[in-house]
C-alpha cells in the first residue's frame, strides 16, 4: 500500500527533516503541503510534486491523505492534531505535546491538553499517533536497550544522567524508556523561569533512582549510565557509542557507531524513527514512541517544573497508569 502524507507546517523541522524523511520510505508519497506562509507551502509542494495549501481546513476538507505529519510548534501542536485525529489521520508530530511557556518549562496545566490528544486518539481504533523522539532510532540506544533487555547486567537499580539543554524532553523520554514509570521527582535549577541547568532526583515504580542533570553549554550532547544488579551500560551521544561491563569483571565490550560503515546522524536518526513509525502502520504494531510515551514524557517534566518552583518532592501523576508501560527487558 502507498501511503499519503500530507505535511502540515513547513519551516525548519519540517522542510528539513520530516519532509525528506518520509519521501525516503517507499511506500510513502507526499501529496500535499499545508503552511501558513504561502511562499513555504508553495515552495515545499514544488519540490514533491504536491498541492499546496495555506489553510488546514481547506487541506482536510479537500485531500485525501493517510498521514498527518505536524512539525509544528508546541503551542500549535493540539488543535492541528486534534483536527486530523478526528478525520482518522495517522499523527506524526513533534514533542512536546504541548506546552504554553515553550518546551523546556512543562508545567501541570499543560498535561491536560496532552491528555485531551490521547483520548481522542485513543477513540480511532487502528490509527497511530507518533511522537518524533528521534534518540528512539539512534544506533547505539537501539544497541543499549537490547544488551539490557538480554539481562546479562541484571535488573534495573538506577541511572546517572546528563543532557545539553536541548535535548532535555528526549533524554525523559529515554529515562523512562530505560528505567520504567517514574512515581516521583525532586529537582532544582539555577533559575525558576529560565531553568537553563537543572537537577532532578527520580522515583521508579520498580524502585530505582536516577538522577538527571542539564546544561545549557555542554562538549556531550547527552551520556546515559544505566546501573543493574549485575553491570552497567554507558550511552554517549547521538551516533556515538556504548559500552557495557560486569561490575566483577575488568571486561569492558564496545558498540562504537563512530567506526561502523553506515554512520549514524542527527538526520538519519529522523528517517530511522519515520521509517519505523510507518512500518507500524503497515504492521498494526506498538510503535516506541507513541502518544503515551508524549504524555507520560510531559506527566514526569511538569512535575520536575513543579518541584523547582515548590521546593518541595512532586508526585507523576500518571493518567491511564496500566497504558504505555516500557518493560525494561
Known sequence: ???KVAVIGYRAQGSIHHAPAFARVPDCRIVAICDVVEDRAKEGAEKYGATAYMDVDKLLEQEEFDIANIPVGEKYRHELVMKCLRRGKHIFTEKPLAAEDGQFAIKLSDVPVAREMVDEWQKHEGLQFGICFGLHASANVVRAKEVIAGGELGDFAGM???TQHNSWNHIIDLVRYFGGEVTGVAAYADDQDEMSAKTATLKFENGGLATLASYKRLALQFQIKWIGTKGEIIV???AGDAYWYLHDSL???VYDETRTVKR???KAIFEGLIAE???SIRE???????GWAGLRHMEIDAAITESIRT?????????RPEMGRRPIG
Open 1 to 3: 500500500m502507498m501511503y
Open 160 to 162: 546517572h544522567v546528563i
Open 236 to 238: 554517549n551521544n547521538i
Open 251 to 253: 571486561e569492558t565490550r
Open 264 to 266: 549514524c546522524s542527527y
Open 277 to 279: 513509525f510507518v512500518s
Open 284 to 290: 498494526g504494531s506498538d510503535f516506541v514512541a507513541d
Open 311 to 319: 521546593g518541595q518532592f512532586a508526585t507523576v501523576n500518571r493518567y
